[in-house]
């Protein structure tokens, strides 16, 4: 049985139970998850078949990508024909995505196949995504190998002058040149007080003698994201950086010791915000503590203040604690985990500075 | 006043004209195009102010980039943030985006704010960014033109043993040097028979002798997108390779005689499909004309089979018919072309191939 069959077995247990004939995937990432197929389309999930709609643009991926599903190419809009899909089928109860249909989808569908029950559902498939299988993890853990090998080998080469943009590039060849198939996302790069942006974008800014470097950057493996963040200084560190980075540091160390099945993500993230918060950098560290990745960068579980999700082995999360002074800058240290029975397991590895 | 009141201002009056209260902007484009902020949150423009709902991790971006917006730092999410917001305002008419709120957000929404109103909206935003102001021009221009300079660069490099991957960062690289802010999508590069799949994906493929080479990219400038595509050979052209060109850039002059305000989209897209349709290549043009292109690279007008929508002066779309021939590859061209009262002018200007 491949994965993807395999995936679609356990939806469609808990389609029986929740009494569904069928479930509408509309979410590209849920879609490759449950067929394979990398393009865009619907996918149709029920106990006896799985079925793909999607346009002629896909008609090589579509064959090559999802060779056990049924594949109809759409002659006007995907949601139209599958709506006359549904139609056809006449009277079921069809489970849907409800956070990534829109309202106005949902509407004309709702139209369209006037028999047919449309049922809310959230989070199902995602959360069979967030417990990772062996070929998963094995993907993960090589495009976090590529951005650990791939981090250091840029920050050796900034040199005077070099923008953000520049290095950005430049650490986008140095993922694809370690083995990545693409990047996860951008390559943050971020000098000076521009690092106070947990969001950067790169900019043309260049870099200067004692400027704080932040780099997020991730890598890609046959279709699996890794994250990590590493935060140095070009030239001589001072006072204040390493009593940032120090903090920092602890505050991602309170939370790995942490991070073990059964453990309330809310109150790992509760471990690192103690610590910044008792430090003179309370209220600093502006953003949760992680979140899951895989087929996307930011996936479920999210650990944060308020999440009540609890952790278990196969999930693969960033610890990511940070704090952030506008006008001076940013420190943020990230590192990828998997989850297992003995804890956290880190996957990313570059070097941290020796403080 | 600034591009951002202005645009404000026009929806305003829009908003008087429905009798809505309100507008709640969760699409980022459209975020973007109303208030200047570059981030993730919500908007809110009512014909007496701005609001502008994110999160601490945008505290730079939103005091830099929506000076004149509200801003309002959401302690839980957004979405939670925003129903505060809507239930303390009470009764009111509060216009969405059913193309943009998923099924659920508007749910939430309609339980927390229970007594406001809300309104499904579709396209009005999108409609007023279809027609581009001198400044949105000005910018879509630099991004033509980056990557106009850029593609006939990388196209001169060719060379044995180069892959896809490796010529994809390359260009990007070339539309960074040439002063692109950035790539309006990941680069396109496809070889021999890869360049039929209408959307390829660069892989570790190496170039080979006598293969097509079908390159379609776009710049980005100041958030605006440019978009073009060229299909060359490596080596010697063939015969057949010289009739499906000629085919297809027959259909791309065909359909921009056609674009001039007040031409229906679907009989532009006609006059290429036509060409092609009455050439041995019958059936082979698998995807629309033409979109429209700005904040986003894929925005209004559709220039499509049944695209019902007429052209007007400021557009900005893309003309890109082709020929994809499963086995042995495919042929697309693109320009991107404002649409003026004088006719298409036409943005991108790559040379074509002289046959």
């Keep these: 049985m491949s994965s993807c069959s395999r995936r679609r077995h356990e939806l469609s247990k808990w389609l029986e139970q929740d009494e569904l ?64 899909y549904l139609a056809e089928l006449g009277q079921c109860r069809a489970g849907f995505e409800s956070q990534h249909l829109s309202y106005s989808s949902h509407k004309k569908l709702a139209e369209l196949a006037d028999a047919a029950e449309l049922v809310p559902v959230e989070e199902v498939v995602e959360g069979q995504r967030a417990i990772k299988d062996d070929t998963e993890i094995a993907a993960i853990r090589r495009a976090a190998q590529v951005v650990s090998e791939a981090v250091p080998v840029v920050v050796a080469e900034l040199a005077v002058g070099i923008t953000e943009r520049e290095l950005s590039l430049r650490l986008r060849e140095a993922i694809l040149q370690t083995g990545g198939d693409d990047v996860s996302f951008e390559p943050v790069v971020a000098f000076g007080e521009n690092s106070a942006r947990a969001h950067a974008v790169p900019t043309q800014r260049k870099i200067a003698e004692g400027d704080i470097v932040l780099i997020d950057a991730g890598g890609k493996v046959d279709g699996y994201c890794s994250d990590m963040t590493r935060t140095v200084v070009f030239g001589e560190l001072n006072k204040k950086f390493i009593e940032v980075y120090k903090t920092v540091r602890q505050a991602q160390q309170a939370a790995l010791a942490a991070i073990v099945p059964g453990a309330v993500a809310a109150e790992v993230d509760a471990q690192a915000r103690e610590v910044i918060d008792s430090s003179p950098y309370k209220g600093r560290f502006g953003h949760s503590l992680g979140h899951g990745v895989g087929l996307e960068v930011h996936e479920g579980p999210k650990l944060g203040k308020k999440s009540e999700e609890v952790l278990a082995a196969g999930q693969v999360v960033t610890n990511e604690p940070g704090i952030y002074l506008p006008g001076w800058g940013g420190v943020r240290l990230e590192e990828l985990l998997l989850v297992t029975e003995q804890g956290a397991q880190p996957l990313t590895y570059a070097p941290y500075l020796g403080l």
Tied chains: 1, 2.
């Design 21 to 84: 004939d069928l479930f509408i995937v509309s979410s590209r990432p849920n879609l490759r998850y449950l067929t394979g197929f990398t393009g865009e389309g619907i996918g149709i999930v029920s106990p006896s078949e799985a079925v793909l709609i999607t346009d002629r643009r896909y008609e090589v991926e579509a064959g090559e990508e999802a060779p056990d599903c049924q594949v109809i190419f759409a002659e006007q809009g995907h949601l139209q024909q599958f709506a006359s």
